[in-house]
């Protein structure tokens, strides 16, 4: 029997119904960077699509992320959820095209502002879509606006502002906006200011487009010079950014390049997987080595175990019974006989008896079993045989109990969840009340362990599991 607990769920990311009827050029892809969704278009392509929403009226909030973004991310929640707020976040220098190589993943171009800025302009001159810029100091913005102008004959201005306003002018600022009529609005506060601000005024903003761009004001102001193409070509921009101003950007980007470096290692370990495989592999040896060392350990009780047995009523020591263990794969569990021989042909009679609702069934004076399986199960010594498949693979000292197939069968679509782990002796439950726990809470149990599961995780609950057999509570 194999059950298909549909376990491999495809990692997916919702299509905004923007994002998705962006341009004539394509479907609005994406690929999967720190848990962010980064689009995978040209830039040519991005930046008719941006065009083609603006032109359509279409609310679409653009924002990038660099290095520096993910750093600020990763001790940043509020931008973090500003990120995720924007309906597109597009691939910013050549440390994100790293991480995506390391991760084994791809993009199409490095879609940064600055570069995508004059192809923006270039195609809102051919709509007539007028554009706003604001950000910078006092006279930046226009500046670089006139440049665009002189670069694209037709380009419409819809105004400009610097960032250096108060937070009581920020009524009148957006009233601006919107009587400008802009269709294409570009903030340049800087990184995490301008998202922020973004998101808690988008509502409010009246304008298709909206994009958060950083300093690119700068470049096209000709405040700041801009990098030679053969160094951006390279993927150096950033240390050319550097010379420019050693003081300010120092700590971003000497510090800040090297831990962005440890967050794509840690992300690409975890995309592939790496850290599951070594964490599998050090939990089995774990297993096999406690799982050997226990049953020599208790080898008497065991041999007393199984004497008692066979002395009450001579039947069979062990007891198998079929158990659905990882992904659905049935096995063999083994246990010490606690009931009498009859037991299963007597379960269908005790149903209706059950201790507990849902779909496990529990008596808590359960007349089969016997009186030396009572005292076996008070102190769980009837389990000592899953040890041995503990040393087969089939289980782990610590994992979701093993379902009975019966169970599995009627599990509603998200108990299966509890089946992504391997099988375990304790569990969370089982050392928190054990059978006074109702399944629903088991299974809340069950999926919160296997997402957070560690090895210091699976000591503390082997620890805190020998009080709990000898308490006692839940067990019968």
């Not at 004539?24 to 930046?47: K, N, Q, V």
């Not at 699509?49 to 940043?76: E, K, M, P, Y």
């Not at 304008?207 to 470049?219: C, H, I, N």
Request: net charge positive; glycine share 10%; hydrophobic share 45%.
């Amino acid at each position: 029997m194999k059950f298909d607990p549909a376990l491999g769920t495809a990692n997916l990311y919702p299509e905004h119904g923007l994002a998705a009827r962006l341009a004539r050029g394509g479907e609005h892809r994406t690929t999967d960077l720190f848990g962010l969704p980064i689009a995978c278009r040209t830039r040519s392509a991005m930046a008719q699509g941006i065009v083609a929403a603006a032109s359509a009226g279409q609310r679409l909030t653009v924002s990038f992320a660099n290095a520096h973004c993910i750093n600020v991310a990763q001790r940043d929640a509020g931008y973090r959820r500003a990120l995720e707020a924007s309906d597109m976040i597009l691939p910013d220098g050549s440390g994100m095209r790293i991480a995506a190589r390391l991760a084994g993943r791809s993009f199409d171009d490095n879609l940064n502002g600055t570069d995508l800025f004059p192809e923006i302009c270039k195609r809102a001159s051919e709509t007539g879509d007028p554009i706003f810029l604001l950000g910078g100091r006092p006279g930046i913005a226009m500046r670089a606006g006139a440049t665009m102008v002189s670069a694209n004959q037709g380009l419409r201005i819809a105004g400009t502002a610097d960032g250096y306003f108060r937070a009581a002018e920020e009524d009148a600022l957006i009233e601006r906006i919107k009587a400008s009529g802009a269709r294409i609005l570009f903030v340049g506060f800087g990184v995490p200011l301008q998202e922020k601000w973004i998101e808690r005024l988008r509502s409010r903003i009246d304008v298709p487009v909206v994009l958060a761009v950083g300093g690119l004001f700068d470049y096209y102001s000709g405040r700041i010079a801009r990098a030679p193409a053969l160094v951006r070509a390279v993927g150096c921009e950033w240390a050319w950014r550097l010379a420019m101003e050693p003081r300010r950007l120092a700590s971003r980007y000497l510090v800040g390049n090297a831990i962005f470096m440890g967050h794509a290692l840690r992300h690409a370990l975890n995309v592939r997987h790496v850290g599951d495989a070594v964490f599998a592999a050090t939990k089995r040896c774990v297993d096999a080595v406690v799982a050997a060392l226990a049953l020599a350990m208790l080898a008497p009780l065991f041999l007393l175990a199984m004497l008692a047995i066979k002395l009450e009523d001579r039947g069979p020591v062990f007891f198998r019974q079929m158990r659905i263990g990882e992904n659905g794969r049935p096995f063999a569990m083994l246990k010490l006989r606690s009931m009498y021989v009859d037991a299963e042909a007597r379960r269908a009679a005790l149903v209706s008896q059950s201790d507990r609702s849902g779909i496990c069934f529990k008596i808590a004076r359960d007349p089969r079993i016997t009186r030396v399986g009572r005292i076996l199960r008070r102190f769980s010594f009837d389990e000592l045989p899953q040890l041995i498949n503990v040393l087969r693979g089939d289980m782990s000292l610590v994992g979701p109990r093993p379902a009975l197939a019966s169970e599995v069968a009627a599990y509603r679509p998200n108990a299966y969840r509890r089946l992504r782990g391997k099988p375990g002796l304790t569990c969370i439950w089982q050392v928190s009340g054990r059978a006074d726990i109702p399944f629903d809470r088991q299974l809340t149990m069950d999926v919160a362990y296997l997402r957070r599961r560690s090895l210091m995780a699976d000591l503390a609950l082997l620890a805190r599991t020998v009080p709990a057999v000898l308490g006692g509570r839940g067990a019968y």
